[in-house]
């Protein structure tokens, strides 16, 4: 069996396995970066929990998903980013392709939630809209962006070390998808950076369950103040 042929066979096992939709529930669930036991998860699926056990037996199988045991409890967590960059792309190609687009997600997280580790739906649409026309960053070669010198001040006064993030493993800044906008958002160490900044300075918080975020009065005044936000409907 050659490369290609053993590749092709790989990525249907990949795609019938995230095809079946208390597995699709699942990995969804795990998108915000957190973990989950099985019995959680076979609740969010909406399956027993001898099926929970199974489905994720399978994924962990494919290198999906990640098991962590802590005495005797057993979490799951997606096993990494570029999993939930996969997820979030066939959200986009998922849905009705028509002239006109209307999202069917719900209100709330269509406009804020999280993207694995990064911000996304309308909050983090207009911020990455806002750094792109103050020239904070652009696209080079291809899916990248880099900063402009404009973007190294305004993140260092915002708290972020471009520095230290450059050095980290991963990407360090690019256009993600949003699949309830349609339209790009910030992914990378940098969109990661600023979603926890702004949730340190409490001008955003989480859900307590699930992916939602909301912005407070605090964080729509400073996205107003420090990148020039309309941030009149962010509520």
């Known amino acids: 069996m050659d490369a290609i042929e053993s590749g092709d066979i790989g990525v249907s096992k990949v795609a019938a396995a995230i095809a079946e939709p208390a597995r699709t529930r699942m990995l969804c669930a795990l998108m915000d970066g957190h973990a989950r036991t099985s019995t959680e998860l076979a609740a969010i699926a909406e399956v027993s929990p001898s099926t929970a056990s199974a489905h994720l037996a399978r994924l962990k199988s494919l290198t999906l998903v990640n098991l962590h045991v802590q005495g005797r409890h057993r ?30 997600a719900p209100s709330r997280l269509r406009l804020a939630r999280t993207c694995y580790d990064h911000m996304a739906g309308r909050v983090a649409v207009d911020i990455h809209d806002a750094g792109v026309q103050l020239g904070w960053w652009r696209e080079q070669q291809g899916q990248d962006y880099c900063l402009g010198e404009c973007g190294e001040r305004g993140l260092a006064e915002l708290g972020i070390d471009v520095p230290r993030l450059r050095e980290a493993r991963r990407k360090f800044a690019y256009p993600c998808l ?11 160490a940098l969109g990661a950076a600023i979603l926890d900044m702004a949730i340190k300075r409490q001008w955003m918080r989480r859900d307590l369950e699930g992916r939602g975020l909301s912005v407070t009065r605090a964080g729509r005044q400073a996205f107003a103040r420090h990148l020039g936000c309309d941030t009149r409907e962010w509520q």
């Open 178 to 188: 949003d699949w309830s906008m349609r339209r790009m958002h910030l992914g990378g």
């Open 75 to 104: 979490y799951y967590s997606l096993a990494d980013r570029r999993v939930a960059t996969v997820l979030e792309g066939l959200m986009v190609i998922g849905q009705d392709q028509r002239p006109t687009f209307t999202s069917n």
